[in-house]
């Protein structure tokens, strides 16, 4: 039985099993950040600082229901809510009060560690299968667009991107941020444009956009096609999720004034417009957090020495990055240019490569926030077992040069995390250069076409066929 063959086959016994496994992990790494964030305790035995981010998810969702300033609450690491408001106002259900406040009536932190947690996993779940359906159903192979669920090929296009990308993947789990809900989004917005639904494809361009700022970004990307009904889609879904909801929910003062503070606090701080710095230590300064944006790497590369290495970027610093990210968009851009309408493959690649684009030029891209390449790593994967449907079984199904590239992204992500001596890669980009290779690969297959010749390749390989 050939490689291609193979891969048309149900799951084998091993497979299966690592499936099982694979599924297993996820409940104990659950186990795991359970702990972590709910139920750490210091030397002594006391209960020490809860660890990750959702504390000042859930401390802003209580200040929405106590009807007080969102943006001035901390949670109990003091760290402030940076995002617009609707996230908070939909995570109300699951508000955590301050410790000198009655908690009667509210749900356990613990819980909501464990119900967000499953939430976020079902996020990552639902994305990567809406995107890898879509395409499946874009494929010039038509046994390709019938294939049945549970096939070998099935599991691996929605396996093997999430490898791919699981130190961030499990760094935004560990973290409890909302990173996967906004993967699942962005999907959503690449299955759509590839589906020809345009009105939902806005309406979850709008979602990502109002659960953090920078994916405005991608609004370049129906303006770029002239979709006017996803542009369409997305008013609609910004005025729902920026203006209705939160005018509902806050009342008109208390909504102005959020939006006053989020305007003084982040945004302007955040593109040197505003002299705010109450979110400098834990957010807007280059050396706050792990950044991986243009400006923080060039900073970072010119200041090897943490010890010595200034907190803020000088001017030209973020001129440069600004220049780099404004060119990469321009180079992303002519390379759609001919398949700017197409509503196949390209797509991925055009929405994946800009999403690359927004989290550089951001000026703070976390490293939990490069599990939004996995969409960009799923195109890349589908394409090559395109063009190459005989080499399906090499290198896991990634063909020798993207497994070198996925292997080097994996170890760029990981080494840091396990040995701090490596801390320097992370300091020079090694996420942010991996994923720029992902970037040019896909510039490259949208120059090239992603139609493959599918009648060439049937006559001189044949169909695999589904029955052997």
């Given amino acids: 039985m050939d490689r291609e063959t193979l891969h048309w086959q149900p799951l084998r016994r091993w497979e299966r099993g690592a499936v099982a496994l694979l599924f297993t992990a996820l409940v104990l790494f659950g186990v795991l950040v359970e702990k972590r964030s709910a139920f750490m305790t210091n030397r002594e035995g006391r209960a020490s600082s809860r660890m990750g981010d959702l ?18 609450i901390v949670d109990d690491n003091i760290w402030h809510y940076n995002y617009p408001p609707l996230y908070a ?36 779940a639902i994305g990567v299968h809406v995107l890898a359906s879509a395409l499946e159903k874009a494929s010039a192979d038509p046994a390709v667009r019938e294939l049945p669920r549970w096939r070998r090929r099935w599991w691996l296009l929605r396996t093997l991107p999430v490898l791919a990308c699981l130190p961030p993947v499990g760094h935004t789990l560990m973290r409890g941020q909302a990173n996967l809900l906004l993967l699942a989004l962005l999907c959503g917005l690449t299955a759509g444009l590839m589906r ?55 009342g008109p003062r208390m909504f102005v004034t959020e939006y006053r503070e989020l305007a003084k606090v982040l945004v302007g701080p955040a593109l040197g417009l505003g002299e705010d710095q109450t979110r400098a230590e834990e957010l807007i300064n280059v050396t706050a957090t792990d950044n991986q944006s243009f400006v923080a790497v060039l900073h970072n590369t010119l ?15 973020k001129r440069t990055a600004w220049l780099l990210g404004g060119a990469f968009t321009l180079l992303t851009l002519a390379a759609s240019y001919r398949r700017r309408t197409d509503s196949g493959m390209s797509v991925a690649f055009f929405v994946g490569s800009m999403t690359v684009v927004m989290m550089l030029t951001s000026p703070v891209c976390h490293t939990h926030y490069f599990v939004l390449s996995a969409p960009l ?4 994967v589908a394409r090559s077992w ?6 399906l079984g090499r290198f896991g199904g990634l063909g020798p040069g993207l497994f070198a590239l996925v292997t080097v ?51 001189r390989e044949g169909p695999p066929s589904l029955a052997a």
Wanted: include cysteine; charge should be neutral; aromatic fraction near 8%.
């Fill in 55 to 72: 504390g000042c998810y859930l401390r802003a969702a209580w200040a929405v229901r106590a009807g007080i300033d969102m943006y001035a």
């Fill in 386 to 391: 395109e063009r190459h449907p005989r080499r």
């Fill in 377 to 380: 790593v799923m195109a890349l």
């Fill in 89 to 124: 106002i939909l995570m109300t259900p699951l508000a955590d009060p301050p410790a000198d406040v009655d908690h009667a009536g509210f749900v356990p932190y613990e819980v909501s560690v464990g119900v967000v947690y499953v939430f976020n996993v079902l996020c990552l």
């Fill in 303 to 317: 200041h090897l020495d943490r010890d010595t290495r200034p907190n803020e970027a000088p001017p030209w610093e």
């Fill in 196 to 250: 020809g639904r345009s009105l939902l494809a806005g309406l979850c361009l709008a979602g990502a956009i109002c659960l953090k700022i920078f994916p405005a970004f991608l609004l370049l990307v129906p303006l770029w096609r002239r979709d006017r009904r996803c542009l369409g889609g997305c008013a609609l879904g910004l005025f729902v999720g920026l203006v209705l909801i939160p005018l509902a929910a806050l």
């Fill in 409 to 459: 992204q994996v170890v760029g992500y990981t080494l840091p995390l396990i040995l701090p001596q490596l801390e320097v890669t992370r300091d020079v980009g090694v996420s942010l250069y991996a994923a720029l290779l992902l970037w040019l690969l896909a510039c490259a297959a949208m120059l090239r076409g992603d139609k493959v010749a599918a009648g060439e390749d049937q006559a």
